[in-house]
């Protein structure tokens, strides 16, 4: 019996003959955090939108636990949007009880459950406070809360650190983490890199409405190879193509390639290897006029499967 909570199969989603989604298939694990990384405009939004039930597609089959999605019991998922929604005029604790006595939550269960979730993601104190009162990291945690108040099996969270500082971010991480620790099954989209890396069981690299590659962070960033990256920005990009056929002779390098008139070499012990990768460039008549070195990330996937950064 498959694993699978979603399952989509070939699926297509057009906008006036354009598709922002093309041919999409891939399953979602019960029980994982399933990340969807690219660009704004991917097509991220777009998918998990049709795989909730918002949108319809084109064409092609989504399944829900096996079944038609068009039969999804609305109770199982929860859905945070990427703008936040809810109701100003009242306090933290009245939105979270008016969409709790949606989901018809016996009263006694949705207090306590209202106080739990506060206290999870530090808004205890802002219990009795308008949320217009709030600052913009606080609405967001706040839109979380009520997209999980019903406890679904199903959480879907649509760029939920768009704009948060790194304290508000890292409130947002442990807390999808405890949906996870509950047994829930986590969906986000997210264009940034180290959201995915640090959140995501699995991540399904997206652009262009197609999938690219669908993995373990960890096995994703193998694709470019061991050791760390370095990246070469020379005076003149014309010189590029000559600059990398020279470098393919620097020992223990696992790839090489060129991406936004940049150079980017993977390699082991690449501290050590910089001298050298400096002379071999000065000696044939180039000047690097930027440098950097840093561990592989997920956007050099990206870079290596599209040859363009991920923020475009």
């Given at each position: 019996?498959?694993?699978?909570?979603?399952e989509?199969?070939?699926?297509?989603k057009?906008?006036?003959?354009?598709?922002?989604v093309?041919?999409?298939?891939?399953?979602?694990?019960?029980?994982?955090?399933?990340?969807?990384?690219?660009?704004?405009?991917?097509?991220?939004?777009?998918?998990?939108?049709?795989m909730?039930g918002?949108?319809?597609?084109?064409?092609?089959?989504?399944?829900?636990?096996?079944?038609?999605?068009?039969?999804?019991d609305?109770?199982?998922?929860?859905?945070?949007?990427?703008?936040?929604?809810?109701?100003?005029?009242?306090?933290c604790?009245?939105?979270?009880y008016?969409?709790g006595?949606m989901?018809d939550?016996?009263?006694?269960?949705?207090?306590?459950?209202?106080?739990?979730i506060?206290?999870k993601?530090?808004?205890?104190?802002?219990?009795?406070?308008?949320?217009?009162?709030?600052s913009g990291?606080?609405k967001?945690?706040?839109?979380?809360?009520m997209?999980?108040?019903h406890n679904?099996?199903?959480?879907?969270?649509?760029?939920?650190?768009?704009?948060?500082?790194?304290?508000?971010?890292r409130?947002?991480?442990?807390?999808?983490?405890?949906?996870?620790?509950l047994?829930?099954t986590?969906?986000?989209?997210t264009?940034?890199?180290?959201?995915?890396?640090m959140?995501?069981d699995?991540?399904a690299?997206i652009?262009?409405g197609?999938?690219?590659k669908?993995?373990?962070?960890?096995?994703?960033?193998?694709i470019?190879?061991n050791?760390?990256?370095v990246?070469?920005?020379?005076?003149?990009?014309?010189?590029?193509?000559?600059?990398?056929?020279?470098?393919?002779s620097?020992?223990?390098?696992?790839?090489?390639?060129?991406?936004?008139?940049?150079?980017?070499?993977?390699?082991?012990?690449?501290?050590?290897?910089?001298?050298?990768?400096?002379?071999?460039?000065?000696s044939?008549?180039?000047?690097?006029?930027?440098?950097s070195?840093?561990?592989n990330t997920?956007?050099?996937?990206f870079?290596?499967?599209?040859?363009?950064?991920?923020?475009?």
């Amino acid at each position: 019996m498959s694993d699978a909570v979603i399952e989509l199969q070939n699926v297509v989603k057009k906008y006036d003959k354009i598709a922002v989604v093309n041919n999409l298939s891939l399953e979602v694990k019960k029980g994982e955090i399933f990340g969807f990384l690219g660009p704004n405009g991917a097509g991220k939004s777009t998918s998990i939108n049709m795989m909730v039930g918002l949108l319809k597609p084109t064409s092609g089959n989504i399944l829900f636990n096996g079944k038609d999605s068009s039969y999804l019991d609305e109770k199982e998922i929860g859905i945070c949007p990427q703008d936040v929604v809810l109701w100003n005029n009242l306090t933290c604790f009245e939105n979270l009880y008016m969409i709790g006595k949606m989901y018809d939550i016996p009263k006694k269960t949705l207090k306590e459950r209202i106080l739990v979730i506060l206290e999870k993601l530090h808004l205890t104190d802002k219990k009795d406070e308008l949320v217009s009162s709030l600052s913009g990291g606080m609405k967001r945690r706040m839109n979380i809360a009520m997209a999980t108040i019903h406890n679904p099996s199903v959480v879907v969270l649509d760029e939920p650190s768009e704009g948060l500082d790194p304290q508000s971010r890292r409130l947002l991480w442990d807390y999808i983490l405890h949906q996870k620790e509950l047994g829930h099954t986590v969906i986000l989209t997210t264009h940034l890199m180290d959201e995915a890396d640090m959140l995501s069981d699995r991540v399904a690299i997206i652009d262009h409405g197609q999938l690219l590659k669908l993995d373990t962070p960890k096995k994703l960033k193998q694709i470019i190879g061991n050791g760390d990256t370095v990246q070469l920005e020379l005076d003149n990009s014309e010189d590029n193509t000559k600059i990398i056929n020279k470098l393919k002779s620097i020992a223990d390098l696992n790839n090489i390639f060129e991406a936004d008139e940049k150079i980017i070499l993977v390699l082991l012990d690449a501290v050590k290897k910089l001298p050298d990768i400096i002379h071999l460039v000065e000696s044939n008549d180039s000047k690097i006029v930027d440098i950097s070195i840093r561990q592989n990330t997920l956007e050099d996937v990206f870079i290596e499967l599209t040859g363009r950064q991920l923020r475009e």
